[in-house]
Structures are given as structure tokens and as C-alpha cells.
């Protein structure tokens, strides 16, 4: 079972940056499709951004042009760069693991991201 530990969380002013990681263990990391989800005080877990084994990768309306997702399988780790922050990114944000061929799914336990003057 793949686990999960984020980090780089913390709380930064509008127009900041911060970078996120995401480390991987217990699995073949280089078999997982990952992604980053956040969740703002009172509302669901949506998805921020999302980039596939093969590296393609697919972004939320919100963060386009802002966030950038990677990953690094030597390192069994994922990042999101997030740029140009602003209030209303401001939220938990949790990285998320899936194998396809299996089902296999995996949470992290999520790191506050928080933007505020």
C-alpha cells in the first residue's frame, strides 16, 4: 500500500510562492498516476492539478498558469510549484496516488496552505 507524506505547507502573503512535496513510499512510484487536491475552509476536496505516469498533466480553471505540477521518480516524489498565491488558495492541500491496473488509491494527510497579508 503506497503511503504518502506532504510538505512545504505554511503561510505565505498574496503574490507569494511556495513549493509542495509529496514523498511516496510503500509502492512503485513510477506505476502511480499522482495529484494534488486542496480543500478550503467549508468546501469539498477538488482536484488542483493531476499528472500521469507518462507525465502529462492537466490543471483546475483556478491555478492555470500559476501551479505546476512534476514529479521525480528517482526520488519517489511529486511537487506542486505555486505561484502568484492569492487568499483564495488558501486551503489544505493533500497529494493523492492511483494505479490504474490495480484500483490502488492512496492519501496523504494533508499540509495547510495558507495565503494572508
Known amino acids: 500500500q503506497v503511503q504518502l507524506v506532504e510538505s512545504g505547507g505554511g503561510l505565505v502573503q498574496p503574490g507569494g510562492s511556495l513549493r509542495l512535496s509529496c514523498a511516496a513510499s510503500g509502492g512503485f512510484f513510477m506505476f502511480y498516476d499522482m495529484a494534488w487536491y486542496y480543500q478550503p475552509p467549508g468546501k469539498q476536496r477538488e482536484l488542483v492539478a493531476r499528472?500521469?505516469?507518462?507525465?502529462?498533466?492537466n490543471y483546475a480553471d483556478s491555478v492555470k498558469g500559476r501551479f505546476t505540477i512534476s514529479r521525480d521518480n528517482a526520488k519517489n516524489t511529486v511537487y506542486l510549484q505555486m505561484n502568484s498565491l492569492k487568499a483564495e488558495d488558501t486551503a489544505v492541500y493533500y497529494c493523492?496516488?492511483?494505479?490504474?491496473?490495480?484500483?490502488?488509491?492512496?492519501w496523504g494527510q494533508g499540509t495547510q496552505v495558507t495565503v494572508s497579508s
Open positions: 493523492y496516488a492511483r494505479r490504474r491496473v490495480t484500483g490502488e488509491i492512496g
Open positions: 499528472i500521469t505516469t507518462g507525465g502529462s498533466t
